[in-house]
Structures are given as C-alpha cells and as structure tokens.
C-alpha cells in the first residue's frame, strides 16, 4: 500500500473538531483514547495553566493488527483482547465522570474490512464509540503534542511518530515566526493550517506522510527473514524506500536550525536503555536530546543480543522485545537521511495531541510560554 499524501504540499488537513459548545468549567475532566494497531492507551486529564494534569491512564498491548497484513481482516481473536482492554478504560471513564472525550482508531481499522463490525461490537459490549480518524489528522495531532519541545531556535522541523501499523512525518517550516512563538504557533495547528493573514505568526507545513509501514507491520511483512542482522538490515532499507516522494527529502537541508522530534514507544525504549533505566522513568526521557552516535550505539547492542537476549533485557520489557528491532530499522532509516545528528525524545503523541486539541477549542488552556 503507498504512502498516503495530501492533495497538494503546503496546504495542512482542515480542522476537524467540532463546534466549540461554552467554555467548561477548568475543573472538568478530559479523556483521550488511542486504539493503534499494537496497543490500546488512555489519558484522564485535567487543564491546569497551559498544560495538563494527567489524573489516569491506561495502556495495554492488543495487538490488534496480528494477522491483517494476509488477511486483511481483524482476528476474532484480537477484537476479544481489544474488547477486554476497552472495558477497563470504560469502567474508568465512568469512575471519573469524564463528560469530554475522543476515543480513536488508527491504521488497523483503517486497513481492515471488518473495521465497521469491529466497531459496532465495541459499541455493543462497552458503550464506547470509536472513530476512525485519517492519517492527516493522525499527524496533525502528533505534532501538536510536540509543541512544548519545540526549540525556540528552530526554524525547520520534522516530528515523526512511528506508530504500530503506520509512521506519520510532518516538515514544518518555522522560520517566518519569531522565536518565542514558534512553540506557540506549532500549537496553533490544533486548528488546521493558519492563513497568511491570520493575526498571528505562521508555522507552513511544508508536506507530510503517512508510510503504511510501523513496527506491527514493518515486522510481520519480513517475518520470514530467519537471520536477524539480515531482517534488520532489509527493514531500515525497505523503509528508506518508502520515503522516496517526501518533497523535503529532495533537497539538502541546512543542519543549524533544524530539530527532529520523535514519538513513539521504539525511540523512548531506545532513550531509556541509552540512560541505563531499570525501570522507566517519563521524566528522564521526555525532551531528552540523544545524538545519532548514541542512538547507533544502542541498536548495535540490541543486535548483539539477539532475540533471546532482547527477549530478557529488563530494559526492553517483555511487551516491547518484539518490535524492538522493526521500529529501530524505522529510526535508523531516518537518521541516514536528515541532515541532524540530535534527536529529540517524546514521550507524548496522538493522546496528549487529543487533549490538548478539545482543551484548545475549548478554550480552556492559557495562553502563555511553555
């Protein structure tokens, strides 16, 4: 399947909240919900100042696209195990008397035939209605979630979130947004693309992509491949492949002023082995800055550990051993090709980009520095 792309660069998805009803009260409670192809997680959260206070969570590994890439359909097996997680955020959402809420599904039920089924039984066995969102609104919510580590010196970005069945990338060209503004104006997308008359300062996305390739199916499509080296290897190209039509790609960039920022499971388990941690710590690996020689290092560790090893490596952790090496074969093959040697750290992404989206059109956050 190629890669999904707009109808013309420059021009970013149109907003697609809804209408605003008046603004809540501050002390009400939002939820996010993420169904992805591997995992399904959620946010409880409250507005507080211009960020949020995260008051539950959930996150659990479904593994819901297991099998689509043959068949082209979600598992009896898999809906179950998504069932059952979804109950338990149910039962939350109802303890807290969350009254705002998204609740979304990504590339698996994007790509799969029996999607509108799957969710009519979720509907049926726990209340909750999932939405299919599209790729460019998958972006458009992964890059907001970036905006509190954005650089105020940075004037060309590139967020990518690699995610269980799809990878998105956005390249936002900052440089016509003084600098205290540009985390500011990248929040500002929440809104779809700001006009060139628009009273504040602009970020122009540039282009962006969804590759139909992430950690889930990048995985299963070289299953067959029995040395690891050589798996790994044919991964990291194969993706590289993929991303032959990013318009950005084309040209040399200059590398002052350019940040990377990634999100996704693979670049913080990869951050947190580079520091050593037993056992996860957000606050260490949120906004960590790692350089492409520190990142290198730890996926030729990886390597030399081999299946068994990854298997058994806390740092990994059992939910993530098996993906590990697929989403390393995507972060490498975006380091050969952008012209930086730092990476920023995420650990945010669709949910954080969720909430702050209904707390934005609710005009519930301040407005102030990050």
Not at 209 to 219: E, F, K, M, N, Q
Request: hydrophobic content about 40%.
């Amino acid at each position: 399947m190629p890669p999904e792309r707009p109808d013309a660069a420059g021009a970013f998805p149109k907003p697609v909240e809804r209408a605003a009803p008046p603004v809540p009260d501050p002390a009400s409670l939002y939820a996010a919900l993420d169904l992805g192809t591997n995992s399904c997680r959620m946010l409880i959260a409250q507005p507080k100042g211009n960020q949020f206070h995260v008051v539950d969570s959930f996150s659990k590994s479904v593994q819901l696209g297991q099998g689509l890439e043959t068949s082209g359909k979600l598992s009896r097996g898999s809906m179950q195990r998504t069932v059952q997680a979804l109950r338990i955020c149910q039962n939350k959402l109802k303890k807290h008397e969350v009254g705002r809420m998204r609740l979304v599904a990504t590339e698996a039920c994007r790509r799969a035939t029996n999607a509108g089924q799957f969710i009519g039984y979720v509907r049926r066995e726990t209340g909750l209605r999932l939405e299919i969102i599209q790729p460019e609104e998958e972006a458009r919510l992964a890059v907001i979630s970036c905006a509190p580590l954005v650089s105020t010196k940075t004037e060309q970005l590139l967020v990518v979130d690699i995610g269980g069945g799809s990878t998105e990338l956005v390249w936002i060209d900052l440089t016509r947004v003084p600098r205290l503004e540009r985390p500011r104006a990248i929040m500002r997308l929440h809104a779809g693309f700001a006009n060139d008359d628009s009273p504040f300062p602009a970020a122009r996305v540039v282009d962006w992509i969804s590759v139909p390739l992430g950690v889930a199916t990048l995985r299963e499509q070289f299953n067959d491949v029995r040395d690891d080296a050589a798996r790994f290897a044919l991964m990291s190209w194969f993706f590289e492949e993929n991303l032959a039509d990013f318009s950005p790609y084309e040209n040399e960039q200059a590398r002052e002023g350019f940040q990377v920022i990634g999100t996704s499971g693979t670049i913080t388990t990869v951050a947190a082995s580079h520091l050593g941690l037993r056992r996860y710590d957000r606050n260490k690996v949120d906004g960590l800055r790692m350089t492409s020689d520190q990142i290198d290092a730890v996926i030729r560790e990886y390597l030399a550990l081999g299946p068994e090893g990854r298997r058994n490596d806390p740092r990994i952790g059992r939910d993530r051993q098996a993906l590990i090496m697929s989403g390393a074969a995507i972060l490498q093959a975006l380091l050969r090709v952008w012209p930086t040697d730092r990476l920023s750290v995420a650990d945010r992404g669709l949910r954080e980009g969720l909430l702050y989206a209904q707390m934005s059109a609710d005009g519930v956050l301040e407005d102030g520095p990050y």
